[in-house]
């Protein structure tokens, strides 16, 4: 499976984005779907995480402000962001598990937050 992320851009802060990550394949039988983000001279950090039965997980630094959902028809798996902070500034990556044959990630979306 191949993943296509995009949707990045440069947004003021109270901004909203809205980052797209497309599967080559099925996401029908994937166990686990995130968003993760790297922001320069940091350690890539997990945004958000929606496992197979639905429940969904965040940082503590987006919650009530991001949103990760899924759209099993167009193989997409999205992050909506809404209230950006320029500490949200990163390259977000997007990486889908599947327990019977591995991970799998995305290229890579910049997203930029000015102030």
């Known amino acids: 499976v191949q993943l296509q992320a995009s949707g990045g851009g440069s947004v003021q802060a109270g901004g909203s984005l809205r980052l797209s990550c497309v599967a080559s394949?099925?996401?029908?039988?994937?166990?686990?779907m995130n968003w993760y983000r790297q922001a320069p001279g940091k350690e890539r950090e997990l945004v958000a995480t929606?496992?197979?039965?639905?429940?969904?997980t965040y940082a503590d630094s987006v919650k009530g402000r991001f949103t990760i959902s899924r759209d099993l028809a167009k193989r997409t798996v999205y992050l909506q962001m809404n209230s950006l902070k320029p500490e949200d500034t990163a390259v977000y990556y997007c990486n889908v598990l599947f327990r019977a044959y591995g991970d799998f990630w995305g290229q890579g979306t910049q997203v930029t937050v000015s102030s």
């Open positions: 929606r496992i197979s039965g639905g429940s969904t």
């Open positions: 394949g099925s996401i029908v039988n994937a166990n686990t």
